[in-house]
């Protein structure tokens, strides 16, 4: 068989086949949550992840999951939908916030059911406590500051079977719907036949030098979605953590300190012992993470230093309560309980991605996303806390079912074809993105890193596909790709808003309240859509 590469046939063996009901791409929770509903309803899923079952997102996730409470709380749907907007800056959708939000309580309890265990307060009652930008304490954790762990470990204990160590390299289309996906694993490149693909393969957190990401956040999702034809939106709104623990010339992931430590009574001050926010917002240190981040580079730039302090001494139980920002603080020599936490904000959390409906389904008929890598109309232009981990349930499991839609679907094999490999050094690409598409953006740092990324070079598939370095191929290729389409969308966006702060143009515009598309066109390069596809509507409405 030969692969079409850059005008060229390129002959390349494919050494295996499989096919599926569905394929899911990523392991963490959106992943393995559809993979879970998918197979409750009889579906055939194959799982696929590039890396190890350590390597997701959503093990790390400190937080918690937002869910709106009840009776004594004084907490409502409305409540929650109503911080959400306000947090997106009003590019909001707010049916779908809605409908995610009132999906949340069902999700969390299908999550305990696979045995998943939340902290409890004194009265017995599942524990919650609040967050930057929440009105109310809705935030269920577990482990004090290790949810991520325990919504990860219940469902890698549900039975899912994930081939580990397989690369989605692209979405297989015809007739404009999905027919399979090209993979490459260990035993070389792979056809995996099936009609429907979900891409749930995290953020993009390591397009920057520093992020709160796995080394696997490397945006692929963005990049098969752009292949396969799919559109793209709000990709500028990349969110910036304000408290990672800073260390001097820190690169690659870096630990996060949660933002309930803020909400437990912990507060910012610079170098100087001076705190900052009270004047900021307010809602003072517990602003939305927009509003942090930007003030915390602001008084970095006032102050000339690189880096704020987190106070937490106050916080009674610390260690109990933050076991894990406590270890990471002693690796560090830092005790939270007599030191304060030396933080800076670090890339995060991408509130764009793949245009979808609540249900996970895209413009392309079988291609399905959701969690971090999908654009539901949740965040907005910025997310609002521990949102990402409801999303991931909700639209997880409804993406599972979703794809019984496409069930008896007739086969219709599509010649496997390589997407477009244009690269440019990783670290070159991070330090670009880092300088001039970070916390703070302007007009000239745009076009310089535009300029920069539009002189990536095409990059050969010369080997079988077997080694590492296949799979570094397909992550270059797609942070490239994907710095494009950011950049591209953060030059048109003249405005602030949400987590996107240019610095010539700092006030919100009206005008520019909407969100805007990007797809790639068949020459390769990427416009923006000036009529968008139709997503399918559900079939199942009945189904949560």
């Not at 692969?3 to 295996?16: C, D, H, M, Q, Y």
Request: hydrophobic share 40%.
């Amino acid at each position: 068989m030969t692969l079409s590469f850059e005008g060229r046939a390129t002959p390349v063996s494919i050494t295996w086949e499989a096919s599926a009901d569905l394929v899911v791409v990523g392991g963490g929770v959106a992943g393995l949550s559809a993979a879970i509903a998918a197979g409750q309803r009889g579906l055939r899923v194959i799982t696929v992840s590039k890396g190890g079952s350590a390597d997701t997102a959503t093990q790390y996730a400190q937080g918690g999951i937002a869910v709106p409470g009840s009776g004594a709380s004084g907490d409502s749907i409305d409540d929650h939908v109503a911080d959400t907007c306000v947090a997106g800056a009003g590019l909001c959708d707010e049916p779908s916030v809605r409908s995610i939000v009132s999906g949340g309580p069902d999700a969390v309890a299908a999550l305990e059911a696979l045995g998943a265990v939340f902290d409890r307060g004194a009265d017995g009652t599942v524990a919650r406590t609040l967050e930057g930008g929440h009105s109310r304490s809705r935030i269920i954790h577990a482990g004090g500051d290790a949810t991520g762990a325990e919504v990860q470990r219940a469902l890698d204990v549900s039975g899912q079977a994930v081939l580990f160590g397989t690369a989605a390299v692209s979405v297989l289309t015809a007739r404009g719907e999905v027919s399979g996906l090209l993979a490459s694993s260990a035993e070389g490149l792979g056809v995996i036949h099936c009609p429907a693909v979900l891409v749930a393969t995290g953020g993009v957190g390591q397009l920057y030098s520093c992020s709160t990401n796995p080394p696997g956040s490397t945006a692929d999702g963005i990049a098969l979605a752009l292949a396969a034809g799919a559109e793209v939106s709000d990709l500028e709104f990349v969110q910036f953590h304000p408290t990672v623990l800073f260390a001097p010339g820190s690169e690659g992931r870096r630990p996060l300190v949660s933002e309930a430590v803020r909400g437990e009574g912990g507060h910012l001050v610079d170098l100087d012992g001076i705190r900052f926010m009270g004047g900021v917002h307010p809602l003072g240190d517990l602003a939305p993470r927009d509003v942090v981040s930007r003030a915390i580079a602001e008084r970095l730039r006032i102050t000339g230093t690189d880096h704020v302090l987190l106070d937490a001494r106050a916080i009674p139980g610390f260690s109990r309560r933050f076991p894990t920002v406590t270890a990471s603080c002693h690796a560090a020599g830092i005790d939270p309980a007599e030191h304060l936490i030396p933080v800076a904000p670090a890339a995060h959390y991408s509130c764009g991605g793949i245009v979808t409906d609540v249900w996970g389904r895209t413009t392309v008929p079988g291609l399905l996303a959701a969690g971090e890598v999908a654009r539901t109309g949740l965040h907005g232009a910025n997310r609002l806390a521990s949102n990402s981990l409801l999303e991931g349930l909700v639209v997880g499991r409804r993406a599972g079912t979703a794809a019984l839609e496409r069930v008896g679907s007739p086969r219709v094999d599509a010649e496997p074809a390589l997407p477009s490999m244009r690269t440019m050094p990783r670290r070159e690409l991070q330090a670009l993105m880092t300088e001039h598409v970070g916390v703070v953006r302007d007009e000239n740092g745009l076009a310089h890193t535009a300029s920069v990324l539009g002189s990536a070079v095409d990059a050969a598939w010369t080997h079988t596909a077997r080694s590492r370095d296949a799979v570094t191929l397909i992550e270059d290729a797609a942070l490239t790709v994907t710095a494009s389409a950011v950049v591209k969308a953060a030059a048109a966006r003249s405005e602030s808003r949400g987590c996107h702060t240019r610095l010539d143009h700092p006030a919100p515009s009206d005008a520019l309240r909407h969100s805007t598309r990007i797809r790639q066109a068949e020459d390769g390069s990427l416009e923006f859509v000036l009529s968008s596809n139709k997503i399918r509507p559900p079939a199942m409405t009945g189904v949560s």
